[in-house]
């Protein structure tokens, strides 16, 4: 079967006349069959292209992923909490669950959206009231971990924030202009210097009322945010649908997937063509063209035509390249050494292998793909373990495949010969994440397979049921992979980061330094009163605040600025004030400000609502709300 947009032959077979879903017509019958009889004769291939040289890591047969009580893990992994708009902190190989990272929902047990500062910031990123967290990536320096930052998109809204790692928290959020949708959320290395939003939904630039029910004046752009002021330095504009994304290794190039070539707006309409493209910008090509002022300003951010028919991308350097792949492409990744991008079929049984140094030298950018290894139903995902393999989802399938990327090269487009095993996972894996397998040195050891569907792995709790986040040892070439480990999740999970526990360092107590708030110390306790405003300063300490009673007036304007004085590492307090829906944290040395109106007369316990000491239900002051005369 020849595709619509190039000559070039996809290695798949033609549509017999039966009643197989027309999304995957283009798939033979037999490829629908669960092969788990198969998954087990490629295990014989295990150990085939075996490339371990690490004597530090353990066979499969006696791999161990017990952390016994009060011993810590190798590694921290950082998952997309989906609906909840959070982050997941889990430690590997434990999968034990270390912390909840409220993104773009608020969460009352931090205070998250309570305060201040957090309200400010969720309100001035659009004001929503959920978020759908989907694609962590933590900063780099030199294409590893540095420890810093993580990033994460808001696939419902159009959203980027930013998580500080030194104290686990959002600190900045930015509601991404003339877009809906961002999808992937990658960074140009080696050090992270821009922050990309993957624009998926297309619609009218700008938005507002006009072209409404015309298609092809809709576009999706692609969003480059500095990650120092998480700003929206500039877009680019494409044809089509954006899926996923990933960034080379040398600062030049970001790939991104793309879907509905054909520019339509239902789905038969969506996934007509027989193929569609992988977009590589030339980053700092576009910057160039930003500097020259050869752009269109659109609510403020300056956005560059990298459409096919643009001038920008004629003749023999175009801006943006488009690559003609297999339909629906989804997930698209870069190997560690920065050599290939690797785009996954989706509703083709192929990856598409595009060499990049190449990419820059050939006249059709066609010429750049040199290998599309057949690796079964519906991949979607795929990750590196730094010995030459790759680890791709199979969403139909149900499983996991290692192929071996080289002999991928090597074979004919289509051929089986580059897989080397597949594994069973519980069920339709969406991505998975391979040890700091985004970095150019992955550990090579474990994987996390996040899946879409649990069914019978766990207890049942009633119709909605539990994802499966999956651990695999995948550190022993030559006895194949082992699943290890189940681990529910809550609805609906999609990528993670895993890095090594060393490259973290988080803080035991707040450094005052560190935010804007006056820190209250005992000392500089005060109510200051004036003009119907309020200002309680008041510090936290064990069974006690700074004040046993605050009055004000009906209708004044109320500021409680506090700290909590405490330097023991874990000692938590918090201000409650539950009818005016108040509960600020307050970790050791850490201040935060929260302002209300006390509209309601009469009287308001304030409490710690974290249990702190033997004399926690004693620690509580009273808000005495005078009437208005």
């Known amino acids: ?111 998250y959206g309570h305060d201040d500062r957090t309200s400010e910031m969720l309100e001035n990123a659009g004001g929503y009231t959920w978020g759908d967290t989907h694609h962590p990536r933590l900063s780099q320096t030199n294409n590893d971990y540095d420890g810093r930052f993580a990033y994460v998109n808001d696939k419902a809204n159009g959203r980027m924030a930013r998580i500080d790692l030194k104290y686990f928290e959002t600190d900045a959020i930015v509601d991404i202009p003339n877009t809906q949708g961002v999808h992937g959320a990658c960074a140009r290395l080696p050090d992270t210097d821009l922050i990309f939003g993957v624009g998926e939904f297309r619609v009218p630039m700008p938005n507002d009322g006009r072209d409404l029910d015309d298609p092809s004046a809709y576009t999706s752009v692609l969003s480059a945010i500095d990650p120092e002021t998480m700003d929206v330095v500039w877009q680019v504009l494409v044809d089509g649908n954006m899926d996923n994304g990933d960034g080379g290794k040398d600062g030049r190039w970001f790939f991104s997937t793309g879907y509905n070539s054909e520019e339509a707006v239902t789905e038969s309409e969506m996934s007509s063509s027989e193929t569609d493209y992988v977009k590589a910008f030339d980053t700092p090509a576009i910057e160039e063209v930003v500097d020259a002022g050869e752009y269109e300003e659109v609510n403020g951010v300056p956005v560059v035509d990298g459409r096919k028919d643009s001038s920008l991308n004629d003749g023999s350097d ?92 090597e074979a004919e487009m289509g051929s089986e010969d580059p897989v080397i095993e597949k594994i069973d996972v519980h069920y339709n894996p969406g991505h998975l994440i ?41 550190g022993d070439d030559d006895e194949g992979m082992k699943l290890v480990k189940d681990t529910p999740a809550y609805a609906e999970p999609h990528d993670a980061s895993m890095v090594k526990a060393d490259k973290l360092d988080p803080a035991s107590i707040y450094d005052p330094d560190d935010y804007e708030e006056e820190f209250i110390s005992a000392q500089d306790t005060d109510i200051i009163r004036e003009d119907g405003r309020v200002h309680v300063k008041m510090h936290s300490v064990r069974n006690q605040f700074g004040f046993h ?81």
């Open 1 to 111: 079967m020849t595709d619509t947009h190039s000559g070039n032959q996809t290695p798949t077979e033609s549509k017999s006349s039966d009643d197989r879903d027309p999304l995957f017509a283009r798939i033979p019958r037999r490829d629908f069959m669960k092969a788990g009889a198969a998954a087990g004769a490629m295990g014989a291939f295990a150990g085939c292209t075996s490339l371990l040289d690490d004597d530090d890591l353990a066979s499969a047969s006696d791999v161990d992923a017990t952390v016994p009580p009060g011993e810590h893990d190798d590694y921290y992994a950082f998952l997309s909490g989906g609906h909840s708009g959070e982050i997941r902190v889990y430690g590997v190989p434990s999968m034990r669950q270390i912390m909840r990272i409220p993104v773009f929902n608020k969460e009352s047990a931090r205070g």
């Open 434 to 474: 391979a040890a700091e397998s985004y970095t150019a040195d992955p550990q090579g050891d474990w994987l996390i397979c996040l899946n879409k569907l649990s069914k019978d792995r766990f207890l049942p709790v009633g119709p909605v049921y539990p994802e499966n986040d999956q651990l695999i040892y995948i």
């Open 549 to 629: 009673d605050v009055t004000v007036q009906e209708g004044d304007e109320v500021t409680f600025t506090v700290t909590n004085v405490e330097e023991t590492p874990d000692m938590l307090h918090s201000l409650a004030i539950p009818q005016y829906d108040i509960n600020i944290k307050l970790a050791p040395q850490e201040t935060r400000e929260v302002t209300f109106t006390a509209d309601e007369p009469g009287v308001y316990w304030m409490y710690c609502a974290f249990f702190c000491s033997a004399l926690h239900l004693e620690m509580r002051s009273r808000l005495l709300v005078e009437p208005a005369e």
């Open 318 to 409: 175009p801006i943006v390249h488009y690559l003609d792949v297999p339909k629906s492409p989804h997930g698209v990744s870069v190997t560690p050494d920065g050599e290939y991008a690797i785009a996954s079929g989706k509703l083709d049984p192929t990856a598409t292998i595009i060499d990049i140094e190449r990419l820059a030298e050939v006249d059709d950018s066609n010429d750049a793909i040199v290998g599309q290894p057949r690796l079964g139903m519906g991949p979607l995902h795929t990750a590196y373990d730094g010995r030459g393999h790759a680890y791709t989802t199979l969403f139909v399938d149900s499983q996991v495949v290692k192929w071996d990327i080289e002999a991928a090269i």
